[in-house]
Nanobody, 122 residues
Framework: QVQLVESGGGLVQPGGSLRLSCATS????????MSWVRQAPGKGLEWVSD????????YYADSVKGRFTISRDNAKNTLYLQMNSLKPEDTAVYYC???????????????WGQGTQVTVSS
């Protein structure tokens, strides 16, 4: 049973930082790319970042490049997203997902977490 559980969201002021975590189980974590996607209020799903199975390759949406860092700890079956220099437009529900969504349609599925809310506001 694939399970992904995000945590670490919250309220932060513009310019602040948060680190999101995604604890996984039910699949061989180290075999797969992992992704972060988000959905801002009233908007569609947006791909944020991908990381390769071993963590050596990372990819970012232009909107977050230089501010966010994706990483993973395969020994802990856990995915991370370090978010720095946060902007109000980063406000969204953030989801982790098994696989890469960099070049395919972002559609919520069974291999996604429940999401964690990030709110950037002064």
């Amino acid at each position: 049973q694939v399970q992904l559980v995000e945590s670490g969201g919250g309220l932060v002021q513009p310019g602040g930082s948060l680190r999101l975590s995604c604890a996984t189980s039910g699949f061989t974590f180290s075999w797969y790319f992992m992704s972060w996607v988000r959905q801002a209020p009233g908007k569609g799903l947006e791909w944020v970042s991908d990381i390769s199975s071993g963590g050596s390759s990372t990819y970012y949406a232009d909107s977050v490049k230089g501010r966010f860092t994706i990483s993973r700890d395969n020994a802990k079956n856990t995915l991370y997203l370090q978010m720095n220099s946060l902007k109000p437009e980063d406000t969204a529900v953030y989801y982790c997902a098994k696989g890469s969504y960099r070049a395919r349609a972002v559609v919520r599925g069974a291999d996604w977490g429940q999401g964690t809310q990030v709110t950037v506001s002064s």
